[in-house]
């Protein structure tokens, strides 16, 4: 008899954890640790491992699936982000969360074609991202909604001609001028020209110094300039005597820039959201700081968080954590409900429509909110 | 013709920079026979320095003084703890220390301080720009061309007019001699090293008064373009790093003004094309050293 029971028990447990098991839902991460997308790859995994912790503590997505995440360091470096993509299919993962731009979650969406994996960036932003298959998503507005909204913003304030100065070695940092300067002409603005220059390039006194004789002289420049490139065009700009008002991409929204000082200071970004008093960005802010004694400085870490809200009603849509049905269901989700903002991807293409913010610095080196607004997909220009 | 002379100050300006950062290679390159790319990663650390006597409430001018020791300490502890184990290498073994010393040096950088770039804020009047004839002239790039050509005669004064120069260009010449004759080879090549590491931190000065910040990797680019600044103008040549830095610095200014924006992209490749243009007509490079050694 006791032995009886004594089987029956060990059944009972091992039942048990084979359910647990099964219900666990496995997410690989691609995380750089070092080089160029360490910055944005850091908070935006401490923000949605804090949510998929909370959650996990709730019993799960949905209170059902227990989250295991796969973490791995790609190093910034795309062959090496292929490399860990597969190992973490390898090891069971069936939805990716990849690296903070549209080149690495490019190449990681070949690798999760084949099983149709749902793979979404961090917060890569270029909208051509979306275009490898069905499966990619990404999370943060893309940036033709910044710039959507940047240009009818500098519309409304009079601005009239702008000088866009740009980078060809990025999506991000070549697109994002472009889709302001597209839906600037649409409104009525004029771009005067344009300046290129290289991903760390040494020197912008050459480009401020063709802006500054550039004759009509513009009255905006607006630039998708990730750091240290921006810090360095600024620094230029306003060292020449240039005060053209600057305007840019939500990369412009980091302590870094705003600790640059005086020359900052007016300057205007995109931005993917605000801490309003009282709003649930406070709210997830407050909770992060009391866990982990790190204040998020920066929208990665809210939009980490968003990524784990977006896969737990994707996985409640589908009803099930099948990838291919995950997919279909973030695909339709509409009026998703996130931290940040919320989230809408049917009738996009997999780039959600979000809220976009646009702020201000001020003198004294804070975020200022300026306005918020959605893009009119209507007009949004096409990538 | 007022476009032509700012964007001539620019690339003085720019030039001056690679200059003093392939000076600094050329030094030790031409005592030690190392080309020391982990010499990026002693300019960042100058940056760094400045930025945590900012941070910790030095005045700006003390900040820039605490700036230029920490480059110097930083190379002195490099040559102290990596290289000074590798005297008499081969250069290939001593090029891989010098990658492995700069990786170590970033993988810290990222993980100690912070792997984003870090603001560093100097009064505003540091960057403002004055006006000569009508023309517009930034304050930092005209103090970064006095500083440069300060440097370069302060450091042609130290080779040519002290015991410790001389003793460093003999031993560019021959080490082995300038042991034989009783002169310290370690003092010499630590003086070598210091001598670099200031220059890497003048340059750094001059860089994150431009630029603004400091990040880890921000050390690479520039180094890279005086690495071939110093194969222009001839490896292990000092007035040839000078010359070929001011060329380098100057073809890139003058490649992002002047070439129609159609050619933009291809403004690297032009300049590097330029370069080995050069070195097909020159194989020693625009100013060989007197015993030449080619990589």
Not at chain 1, 117 to 134: E, I, K, S
Not at chain 1, 309 to 334: C, F, L, R, W, Y
């Amino acid at each position: 008899m006791k032995l009886k029971s004594m089987l029956l028990a060990a059944v009972g447990v091992a039942a048990l954890s084979t359910a647990a098991m099964a219900e666990e839902y496995v997410i690989g991460v691609m995380s750089a640790q070092s080089g160029y997308l360490a910055p944005y790859d850091g908070p935006a995994y401490a923000g949605f491992q804090f949510c998929i912790d909370e959650m996990n503590a709730k019993g799960g997505l949905n209170g059902k699936h227990k989250v295991r995440t796969i973490v791995k360091d790609t190093r910034s470096d795309i062959a090496e982000g292929v490399k860990v993509v597969q190992e973490m299919l390898d090891g069971g993962a069936k939805f990716i969360v990849s690296s903070a731009d549209a080149d690495p979650t490019i190449a990681a969406a070949q690798i999760t074609a084949a099983d149709g994996v749902p793979t979404m960036t961090f917060a890569g932003t270029a909208p051509v991202l979306t275009q490898v298959g069905p499966h990619v998503f990404g999370s943060y507005p893309a940036d033709n909604q910044q710039g959507a909204v940047l240009a009818a913003y500098a519309r409304d304030e009079g601005f009239k001609q702008a000088w866009l100065v740009k980078s060809p070695d990025s999506a991000y940092t070549n697109g994002g001028p472009e889709y302001f300067g597209k839906a600037f002409e649409a409104l009525g603005g004029k771009v005067l020209g344009e300046s290129l220059y290289t991903l760390n390039q040494p020197d912008f006194s050459a480009i401020v110094t063709k802006i500054k004789a550039a004759d009509p002289a513009p009255d905006v420049i607006v630039t998708w300039a990730w750091e240290p490139d921006f810090p360095a065009l600024i620094k230029a700009l306003r060292g020449a005597g240039v005060k053209t008002q600057v305007m840019g991409g939500d990369v412009m929204d980091t302590p870094t820039v705003r600790g640059l000082g005086e020359v900052v200071a007016g300057s205007v970004h995109t931005s993917g959201g605000f801490p309003d008093e009282g709003s649930a960005y406070a709210d997830f802010i407050k909770r992060f700081e009391a866990k982990t004694g790190t204040t998020p400085d920066n929208n990665y870490y809210v939009n980490g968080c968003d990524i784990a809200h977006m896969i737990e009603q994707a996985v409640a849509a589908a009803g099930s954590t099948d990838p291919k049905a995950v997919s279909a269901a973030m695909a339709n989700i509409e009026n998703g409900k996130g931290v940040m903002s919320n989230f809408t991807f049917k009738g996009t293409d997999r780039m959600p429509l979000r809220e976009v913010v646009v702020a201000r610095i001020s003198a004294d080196g804070k975020k200022e909110f300026v306005r918020r607004a959605i893009a009119d997909p209507a007009t949004l220009p096409k990538p | 013709m007022e476009l032509f002379i700012q964007q001539t100050v620019n690339a003085i300006s720019l030039g001056g920079v690679y200059a003093m950062l392939a000076l600094g290679l050329a030094i030790v390159f031409s005592i030690v026979r190392l080309i020391n790319f982990a010499h990026g990663e002693i300019m960042t650390f100058g940056a760094y320095g400045i930025f945590l006597a900012l941070a910790f409430g030095l005045p700006p001018a003390a900040a820039l003084l605490f700036g230029l020791a920490a480059a110097v300490v930083m190379a002195l502890a490099m040559e102290r703890t990596a290289f000074r184990a590798m005297r008499g290498a081969d250069v290939v073994s001593l090029l891989i220390t010098s990658f492995a010393v700069s990786e170590i040096l970033k993988v810290l950088f990222q993980n100690g301080i912070s792997p984003r770039p870090v603001p560093i804020t100097f009064p505003p009047a540091w960057s403002g720009a004055y006006e000569v004839g009508g023309i517009t002239i930034g304050v930092v790039p005209t103090v970064s061309i006095m500083v440069t050509f300060t440097a370069l005669m302060g450091l042609s004064f130290i080779l040519r007019r002290t015991v410790a120069g001389m003793a460093m260009r003999a031993a560019a010449e021959d080490i082995e001699m300038l042991r034989l004759l009783g002169i310290r080879a370690n003092r010499v090549v630590a003086v070598s090293f210091a001598l670099s590491g200031l220059l890497a931190g003048i340059a750094a000065v001059i860089w994150t008064a431009q630029r603004g910040s400091v990040d880890p990797l921000m050390g690479f680019f520039p180094v890279l373009k005086a690495f071939i600044a110093t194969v222009l103008g001839g490896l292990g040549s000092l007035g040839g790093a000078v010359l070929g830095g001011f060329v380098v610095g100057m073809l890139e200014v003058l490649a992002q003004a002047f070439l129609p924006d159609s050619l933009a992209p291809y403004r690297d490749a032009i300049v590097l094309a330029a370069v080995i243009a050069a070195l097909l007509m020159r194989p020693d490079g625009l100013l060989p050293a007197a015993s030449a050694h080619r990589s």
